[in-house]
C-alpha cells in the first residue's frame, strides 16, 4: 500500500476552515439558529472527526516560502470580528425575533469563533511588522475587552514563558480555573509595567492602558446602543467567553513546563521543549496553525502558513487536538490526571 505524502496546509484551506463558520454564525442571526447549530457541530464534533484522518497535511511549507494571501486572510478573520460581534449582542440581546435556542447557539457560537479563530488572528497580527495590521490585532483585542493582551502577550509572555515571571504560563499541578484569575490580573499588571519601562526609556505617545481602557469603555457603550443595558451585559458576556476561549488555550499550551535557571541566575533561551504541540490537520487548519506553537515561540515573526511542527523527541506533543485538550481541561482532576504521563518525560 502507498504511503500517503504528508504536505503543508494550503492556503484555501486555511480560508475555508477558519472563515466557514463565521458565515454560519452570520447566517443564524439572519435565518434562525438551526444555521448556528450548525457552526457548532461544525467546530467541534466535525472538526473532531476530521482531525482522527492523519497523514495529509501535517507536512512542513519549505524554508522561505512565501505566503502573500496570508495577512489578507488575516484581516478577513479580524474584519469578520468586528462585524460578527454587535450583529450577536443584537441577535442575543435585542429585536432579532430569534428564539432562547437560537439566541444560545449565537452566543455560544460567536464566543467559540471569537476565542479559537479571532484570537489566532489577532495574535499573528500583533506580530507583524506592518503598524496598520499591529493596530486591527489591537483593535480585535479592544473589542473583547482584552487589549491589554496586546502588550502583556509581546513583552511578558515572549520573554518570560516557561517560568514563574510568565502569568500566562501554567504550574504543573494547578488548576484551570486558579490559573485563569492569576494569569489575567498577573498579566493586566505585568504588561501595564512593561509598557511603563519602555516610557521610563523614553518610549513617547498615548499610554496603551489608556487606549485599552478607553477602547473597552467605547466597546460596553457600543452594546447599550445596540440594545440597552442588557446589551452591555452581553457584549461583556462575549468578550468573557471569547477571553476565556484564549486563556484555555494559554494554560494547555505551555502547561508545566519549566525553563532551567543557569549558573548565572538567567533562565535557559526558550526552546520547542517550552510549548506544547498538536499535529492534527484540520483545527490547525481553522486556528491559523495556533497549534504549531514550539515555532511560534522560536519565529515569533514566522507567518503562520510557514510554522513547522517538531519531531515528537523535540517537543512535547498533546494527544488530543487543542480544542479537545482544552475541553479536558476544563475539569481540572480530569486534566492532571490524563497531563500526568506525557508530561513527566519534560520535567
Known amino acids: 500500500m502507498q504511503a500517503v505524502t504528508s504536505r503543508p496546509l494550503p492556503m484555501a484551506l486555511f480560508a475555508l476552515a477558519s472563515l466557514l463558520p463565521l458565515a454560519l454564525f452570520g447566517a443564524g442571526v439572519v435565518c434562525g439558529g438551526w444555521w448556528a447549530v450548525a457552526g457548532l457541530v461544525y467546530m467541534t464534533g466535525f472538526?473532531?472527526?476530521?482531525?482522527?484522518?492523519?497523514?495529509?497535511?501535517?507536512?512542513?511549507?519549505?524554508?522561505?516560502?512565501?505566503?502573500?494571501?496570508?495577512?489578507?486572510?488575516?484581516?478577513?478573520?479580524?474584519?469578520?470580528?468586528?462585524?460578527?460581534?454587535?450583529?450577536?449582542?443584537?441577535?442575543?440581546?435585542?429585536?432579532?425575533?430569534?428564539?432562547?435556542?437560537?439566541?444560545?447557539?449565537?452566543?455560544?457560537?460567536?464566543?467559540?469563533?471569537?476565542?479559537?479563530?479571532?484570537?489566532?488572528?489577532?495574535?499573528?497580527?500583533?506580530?507583524?511588522?506592518?503598524?496598520?495590521?499591529?493596530?486591527?490585532?489591537?483593535?480585535?483585542y479592544c473589542w473583547l475587552l482584552f487589549g491589554h493582551h496586546t502588550s502583556a502577550h509581546r513583552l511578558v509572555h515572549h520573554r518570560h514563558a516557561a517560568s514563574a515571571q510568565d502569568p500566562n504560563t501554567a504550574r504543573s499541578g494547578e488548576g484551570y480555573y486558579a490559573f485563569l484569575l492569576r494569569a489575567w490580573g498577573g498579566s493586566f499588571r505585568r504588561g501595564w509595567a512593561a509598557e511603563d519601562a519602555l516610557r521610563a526609556k523614553g518610549k513617547t505617545g498615548l499610554h496603551p492602558y489608556a487606549i485599552y481602557i478607553g477602547m473597552a469603555l467605547v466597546c460596553l457603550g457600543l452594546g447599550f446602543a445596540i440594545a440597552g443595558v442588557w446589551g452591555a451585559l452581553v457584549w461583556g458576556a462575549l468578550a468573557v467567553h471569547a477571553q476565556c476561549q484564549l486563556m484555555l488555550s494559554d494554560y494547555v499550551q505551555h502547561y508545566g513546563l519549566v525553563r532551567a535557571v543557569r549558573a548565572d541566575g538567567r533562565l535557559e533561551p526558550v526552546s520547542v521543549r517550552h510549548s506544547w504541540n498538536a499535529p492534527h490537520w484540520f483545527s490547525s487548519a481553522f486556528m491559523l496553525n495556533a497549534p504549531r506553537h514550539s515555532d511560534h515561540h522560536a519565529h515569533p515573526a514566522r507567518p503562520y502558513p510557514a510554522l513547522s511542527l517538531p519531531g515528537r523527541e523535540e517537543a512535547p506533543m498533546l494527544p488530543w487536538p487543542l480544542p479537545a485538550a482544552c475541553m479536558i481541561a476544563l475539569c481540572p482532576p480530569l486534566w492532571k490526571r490524563a497531563i500526568r504521563p506525557h508530561l513527566k518525560p519534560w520535567l
Open 47 to 140: 472538526a473532531a472527526c476530521l482531525d482522527q484522518i492523519s497523514g495529509w497535511f501535517q507536512g512542513d511549507a519549505a524554508e522561505g516560502a512565501e505566503f502573500p494571501a496570508a495577512d489578507a486572510l488575516l484581516v478577513a478573520v479580524a474584519l469578520g470580528a468586528l462585524g460578527l460581534m454587535p450583529v450577536a449582542v443584537w441577535a442575543v440581546a435585542g429585536a432579532s425575533g430569534l428564539s432562547v435556542g437560537g439566541q444560545l447557539a449565537v452566543f455560544a457560537g460567536t464566543g467559540l469563533w471569537l476565542g479559537q479563530v479571532a484570537n489566532p488572528a489577532a495574535h499573528e497580527l500583533i506580530h507583524r511588522p506592518s503598524r496598520g495590521l499591529f493596530r486591527l490585532g489591537a483593535l480585535v
